[in-house]
């Protein structure tokens, strides 16, 4: 057994201090998947800073009509001025996982979850993410699970948070804090990495900071959203695909469009290429399938999932289809 310090922080500033102090200390948000991770000797943190009592947990509105929701905050059912405002977001945390645990989750924990790939959660498997260098048993293996967007030839793996999908297609900010109180705020599209040579580094935090929350600008009215999310059985699993889709339509003409895609890269993904195509143009059947041809054509299938590039073309015409009211 390998032993680890832990501690409670009263305060944000505590918990960065622990935190900037070891290189290896690591955040416990809700601990439904780094406990796993440690008990699996996936993660081996020489200190665990449990950030679980801070008060973090409440959305607050802000005066621009927009919404900031602490790191803490369950991915269970949000109050009704929330799904009523952010319908995309109810719809993707109640697609995730089960009551249980997103009653435990967190946002700031589901945002920076591990990768499902099963190589990386079996340390007995070569995985370039867990233990840089080491090879990337998914090449040579099942990649069935894989992505098809944003590969490279030392990670295939996707990243597996439907929330994020969400908070991609409404533009969200990641507020982040670190050493000395320092905040700044990251576009969601800035969280998570691409895997390039380096895919240990799967995110844009720095040493010793922390998620302190979530922001999302207000919704104009009229706009309209659907997430649809495609897994191997209907509940209590993760995206083969999934799309978050939200557009605005001024008399039949689209003037605003978001289409984010989870399940296929290994960050959330936005089609800005799906997005150009419907930007302007009248949603008809022609601009949507546009739009999901778009999506897909820069998928590079891996040896076992050719599958997905098809799905993805037609859950992008669904969500889209959804979203439009048509
Ligand atoms: C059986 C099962 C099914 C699931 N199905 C789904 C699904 O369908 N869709 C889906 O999206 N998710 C799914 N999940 C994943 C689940 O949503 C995550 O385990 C959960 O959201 C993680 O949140 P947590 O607070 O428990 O994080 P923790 O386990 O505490 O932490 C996870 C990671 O985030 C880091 N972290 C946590 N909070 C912060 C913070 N504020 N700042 C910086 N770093 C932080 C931790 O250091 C750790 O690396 C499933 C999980 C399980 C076990
Ligand atoms: S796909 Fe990525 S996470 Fe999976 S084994 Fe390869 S390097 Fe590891």
Redesign the pocket.
Known sequence: MRLFHYSRPRDVAEAVTLLSAEPDA???????????LVRDGVRAPSHLVD?GGLPLDEAEWLPDGGVRIG??HP?APLDSALRERYPLLAQALA????PQ?RN???F???L???VRCPYFRLPEYACNRRDPGSGCAALDGDSSHHAVLGTSSRCVAVH????AVALQALDATVRLVGRGGRRRGIPIDELHRLPGNTPHREHA?RHGE???SVELPAQPKGRRSHYLKFRDRAS????LVSVAAVLDVRGGTVRHARVALGGVAPKPWRSRAAERELTGARLTDAAVTAAAEAAAAEARPQPDNAYKVELLRRCVRRALTEAGGR
């Open positions: 690591r955040v416990v948000a809700g601990g439904t998947d780094l406990v796993t950030i790191a803490l991915n697609s995730g996982a089960s645990i435990m989750a967190t700031g924990g589901n920076l979850q591990g597996p948070s439907d929330l935090l922390l998620i302190e209590f699993a993760f995206a």
